[in-house]
């Protein structure tokens, strides 16, 4: 007998219907080759990076805004493989790969995948613990 066995459904499932910011946070390790002009470049190798996200979703019918396990499989599916043990240069070869530019990439690929009734908020990355860069949506709007 476990001590869940006479757990029942609550009455009401949701005690509101609002906005509210989901808060996400996942880790990665690359190596990248950032270029500081045609002839000068600085080599991270095994750089570990921090990405802290805050999506805006609303409550549903049972309490619950977006399920992580949504923003995980994108995030594993869309972000990871092109990030994590990879040389940035290769995967995304089309960019310098600045934390600035690695962030607005994020940002996009993210985007396009949320489900509608879901949008981004903000999106901090580290490329080391003391030093980041933030996007909002007030930046994007810009």
Known sequence: MSKFDNVTPPKQFAQHHKTIL???H???T???RIFLS???HHDLKDNRYLIDIELWSKTDDLGMA???R???N???THLKPKLDGQLLNETLPDM???LENLIYWFWDTLSAHLPEDVSLNAITMYETPEQGVRFTRDIMAQ
Do not use: G, S, W
Request: charged content about 30%; hydrophobic content about 50%.
């Open 66 to 68: 977006i399920d992580f």
């Open 74 to 76: 994108i995030y594993k």
């Open 38 to 40: 045609e002839t000068a």
């Open 26 to 28: 996942y880790e990665f």
């Open 30 to 32: 690359a190596d990248a």
């Open 96 to 98: 310098n790969i600045t």
């Open 70 to 72: 949504i923003i995980d």
């Open 22 to 24: 989901v808060l996400r």
